[in-house]
Nanobody, 115 residues
Framework: QVQLVESGGGLVQAGGSLRLSCAASGSIINFNAMGWYRQVPGKQRELVSVISDGGSTYYADLVKGRFSLSRDNADNTVYLQMNSLKPEDTAVYYC?????????WGKGTLVTVSS
């Protein structure tokens, strides 16, 4: 069973930065992919960024150029560096991992960007 624990959310002013962390309970080397999704009330959860086991990264158009995803296999952690934050980035951010074809989710961390 994979457990994911997010941290790093909080309140920040527009233009500011935050770094989210997602720590996995086991080795992430064999994970097919890890990434971040976000969700606001009344809307569907949307993909923000994902990194494959080969190191390839994908970013949603809305965050491209502002967010950066990285993984540290030694610490079993993925990081989402969020810069130039906008009020529309306000959401609950969820860590996701795909392992042997199964999806695993963290409980989420709230990011609030004030204008």
């Amino acid at each position: 069973q994979v457990q994911l624990v997010e941290s790093g959310g909080g309140l920040v002013q527009a233009g500011g930065s935050l770094r989210l962390s997602c720590a996995a309970s086991g080795s992430i080397i064999n994970f097919n992919a890890m990434g971040w999704y976000r969700q606001v009330p009344g809307k569907q959860r949307e993909l923000v960024s994902v990194i494959s086991d080969g190191g390839s990264t994908y970013y949603a158009d809305l965050v491209k150029g502002r967010f950066s995803l990285s993984r540290d296999n030694a610490d079993n952690t993925v990081y989402l560096q969020m810069n130039s934050l906008k009020p529309e980035d306000t959401a609950v951010y969820y860590c996701n991992a795909v392992h042997f074809g199964r999806n695993y989710w963290g409980k989420g961390t709230l990011v609030t960007v004030s204008s």
